[in-house]
């Protein structure tokens, strides 16, 4: 019976996004931040009869990062989502705990890498390990045309898992180093980026890391590669 909208950006350009649902009890609002940041966003009316957005609460969320909910704003960490409900739906009877398996960074920032083409649809980029954190590698894909390009190879149970399309690796002195994903399922909806992390206690600090990543693409695609200090 209630009326859903979204709101918001496009996830594939890094933009917040979110789907909301209002009825006569109150409103359910699902917010989404793709960014490798904290960010604010800001939860809209979704119509001009609606009460203002003002005593919500937090309903379900990953763990990790704590949101924080401010009139019609929450702040999340990166990769994060969150549900926060309003009016009849801010009760403690709606509650829907946190994700345990799913754990946002406490913080993130940027580290400087210049990827460079190796071969077709591969990009290799070296960085110099920090002395604190994991690391968290970020590769997007693109067409030739410069359009965000999502590859589908199939879905279950007969579809290609997506970890051996995207690949993600590392190597330190010349060895492998370990970089975990959780992308490596057969993904009926695919994918147009990759995401891995690296734990602190595989690198050796101060010390040059090469990080390549590739695409299985049969054509031509743009790949952006980026690199990030995580600390959880």
Same mark, same amino acid.
């Given at each position: 019976?209630?009326?859903?909208?979204?709101?918001? %950006?496009?996830?594939?350009e890094?933009?917040?996004? %979110?789907?909301?649902?209002?009825?006569?009890?109150?409103?359910?609002?699902?917010?989404?931040?793709?960014?490798?940041?904290?960010?604010?966003?800001?939860?809209?009316?979704?119509?001009?009869d609606?009460?203002? +957005?003002?005593?919500?609460?937090? @309903?379900?969320?990953?763990?990790?990062?704590?949101?924080? #909910? $401010?009139? /019609?704003?929450?702040?999340?960490?990166?990769?994060?989502?969150?549900?926060?409900?309003?009016?009849?739906?801010?009760?403690?009877?709606?509650?829907l705990?946190?994700?345990?398996?799913?754990?946002?960074?406490?913080? =993130?920032?940027? @580290?400087?890498?210049?990827?460079?083409?190796?071969?077709?649809?591969?990009?290799?980029?070296?960085?110099?390990?920090?002395?604190?954190?994991d #690391?968290?590698?970020?590769?997007?894909?693109?067409?030739?045309? *410069?359009? =965000?390009?999502?590859s589908?190879? %199939?879905?279950?149970p007969? *579809?290609?898992?997506?970890g $051996?399309?995207?690949? #993600?690796?590392?190597?330190q002195?010349?060895?492998?180093?370990?970089?975990?994903?959780t992308? /490596?399922?057969? =993904?009926?909806?695919? @994918?147009?980026?990759?995401?891995?992390?690296?734990?602190?206690? $595989?690198?050796?600090?101060?010390?040059? +890391?090469?990080?390549?990543?590739?695409?299985?693409?049969?054509?031509?695609?743009?790949?952006?590669?980026?690199?990030?200090?995580?600390?959880?």
């Amino acid at each position: 019976m209630g009326r859903r909208k979204t709101f918001g %950006g496009i996830p594939g350009e890094v933009e917040p996004y %979110g789907f909301g649902s209002l009825d006569a009890d109150g409103a359910l609002y699902a917010v989404v931040n793709p960014a490798q940041s904290v960010q604010e966003i800001q939860m809209p009316q979704l119509s001009k009869d609606q009460p203002a +957005l003002a005593k919500g609460r937090l @309903l379900f969320t990953d763990a990790g990062f704590r949101p924080v #909910l $401010t009139r /019609d704003s929450v702040r999340l960490g990166p990769g994060q989502m969150a549900l926060v409900g309003f009016g009849g739906y801010a009760g403690v009877s709606h509650d829907l705990g946190v994700q345990q398996d799913v754990l946002i960074p406490q913080s =993130i920032r940027p @580290l400087h890498s210049s990827f460079v083409s190796r071969g077709k649809n591969t990009i290799e980029a070296t960085v110099t390990v920090p002395a604190h954190g994991d #690391l968290r590698i970020v590769m997007q894909q693109r067409s030739s045309g *410069g359009n =965000i390009l999502r590859s589908w190879k %199939g879905g279950p149970p007969d *579809g290609t898992n997506m970890g $051996t399309f995207f690949r #993600l690796r590392a190597w330190q002195h010349g060895k492998p180093v370990p970089v975990e994903v959780t992308y /490596d399922k057969v =993904i009926w909806s695919g @994918l147009s980026w990759a995401v891995g992390d690296i734990k602190r206690d $595989t690198l050796a600090a101060a010390q040059a +890391l090469t990080i390549q990543c590739s695409s299985g693409e049969g054509d031509p695609v743009v790949l952006d590669g980026k690199v990030y200090e995580v600390h959880y």
